[in-house]
Nanobody, 121 residues
Framework: QVQLLESGGGLVQLGGTLRLSCAASGMIFCINVMSWYRQVPGKQRVWVASITSTAITNYVNSVKGRFTISRDSAKNTVYLQMNSLKPEDTAVYYC???????????????WGQGAQVAVSS
């Protein structure tokens, strides 16, 4: 069984910074893409950023230049550094990882429990 544990959410003012962390634990052989999504109440969860196992990154346009995704493969952890935060960044942030638990097994997407980020104006 695999778990993703998120940390680092909170309340900040306009222009502030936060760093989210998401650590994978359990039966892990290999982790492929790690991603961050966010969800506002009453709306669908949307993709924010991804990083591959070779450190190729991609971002939704609204966070480019402000957010940075990174990973520490030795720690099975992905990070999201969020700078210049805006009220519209307020959401619950979820991490997702494509994890293969044993050699030769297929990659399965696993979600974290979510971390609340609130930005006040």
């Amino acid at each position: 069984q695999v778990q993703l544990l998120e940390s680092g959410g909170g309340l900040v003012q306009l222009g502030g910074t936060l760093r989210l962390s998401c650590a994978a634990s359990g039966m892990i052989f290999c982790i492929n893409v790690m991603s961050w999504y966010r969800q506002v109440p009453g709306k669908q969860r949307v993709w924010v950023a991804s990083i591959t196992s070779t450190a190729i990154t991609n971002y939704v346009n609204s966070v480019k230049g402000r957010f940075t995704i990174s990973r520490d493969s030795a720690k099975n952890t992905v990070y999201l550094q969020m700078n210049s935060l805006k009220p519209e960044d307020t959401a619950v942030y979820y991490c997702n990882a494509a994890i293969s638990p044993t050699p030769g097994s297929r990659f399965l997407g696993t979600w974290g429990q979510g971390a609340q980020v609130a930005v006040s104006s």
